[in-house]
């Protein structure tokens, strides 16, 4: 495994983890 698909996996990885976080956020702030 090279470094550059381990850090481009990862990168995938929490890009989908924040954004998924980043939506709830906006839904439970715009609920109250």
Known sequence: LSLTN???G???FF???YDS???QI???W???
């Open 15 to 17: 890009s989908l983890f």
């Open 30 to 32: 715009n609920k109250s």
């Open 6 to 8: 381990y850090f481009e």
């Open 21 to 23: 976080i980043f939506l």
């Open 10 to 12: 990862n990168y995938l």
């Open 26 to 28: 906006i839904f439970t």
